[in-house]
């Protein structure tokens, strides 16, 4: 059974603070993503990574930043936390098949900054 | 223009009822396209990839229309634990990166 796992389920932090989410995968997966999801905006692709220490800008990767040392574990870093940088943010894995590649998804971080 | 667009819904519907949801993709090059599912602050999970040729699984039936550019989800015999929000899901490109539509949402009710 896949499963992938989020350090925390809720996080509040304050403005301007370093913010670090892990999200660890145990199914030897290639590919590792870190969404956040908004209402009205659905799931929005922050980074992703296809192998340890690469790493490829999304669709909003203003803001933060990431680091992938091993491959199972893929970290999320707001360096300089706003009050825009609350969400739900959601990590994924999945393995590199070309067309299909179903994606395993954390339970989630809800993160609030003050 | 959103890559992959929904309508939000709800779509409220009764126990027993069938309901269909579309979705449309504007980049031509998309190859190939899912339906997660999302319950209540829970995380999205797979419900079923879609093929050209359609495909069925169990109550539900996923269809592809490449010439119109969208994509279906037929539920039939709704249950009360079809309610859900069910994400449109297409993949671009390479490195297995994935475009999430903003999700329907279904109630299903006695």
């Known amino acids: 059974d896949v499963k992938v796992t989020q350090s925390s389920r809720y996080l509040v932090k304050r403005t301007g603070e370093k913010v670090f989410l892990e999200c660890v995968q145990d199914m030897d997966h290639e590919n590792m993503f870190w969404y956040r999801q908004d209402p009205g905006l659905g799931l929005r692709l922050i980074y992703f990574?296809?192998?340890?220490?690469?790493?490829e800008k999304g669709d909003i990767p203003e803001g933060y930043s990431v680091s992938r040392e091993k491959k199972e574990r893929f970290s999320l870093i707001l360096e300089s936390a706003s009050t825009n940088q609350t969400s739900m943010y959601l990590c994924?894995?999945?393995?590199?098949?070309?067309?299909?590649?179903?994606?395993?998804f954390g339970p989630g971080t809800r993160l609030t900054v003050l | 223009r959103k890559e992959v667009e929904q309508d939000p819904g709800p779509f409220n519907v009764p126990e027993g009822a069938t309901v269909a949801f579309n979705c449309t993709y504007s980049n031509s090059a998309s190859q190939s396209f899912f339906w997660y599912r999302q319950d209540c602050r829970k995380e999205p999970k797979l419900l079923m990839s879609?093929?050209?040729s359609g495909n069925e699984d169990g109550r539900f039936t996923a269809q592809l229309n490449r010439a119109s550019q969208y994509i279906s989800l037929l539920i039939r015999d709704s249950k009360l634990s079809d309610s859900a929000t069910y994400l449109c899901v297409a993949h671009t490109g390479t490195a297995s990166k994935l475009t999430f539509g903003t999700g329907t949402r279904l109630q299903v009710t006695l």
């Open positions: 990574s296809y192998d340890v220490k690469m790493k």
């Open positions: 994924a894995s999945s393995f590199d098949r070309g067309a299909y590649n179903e994606q395993f």
């Open positions: 879609v093929y050209s």
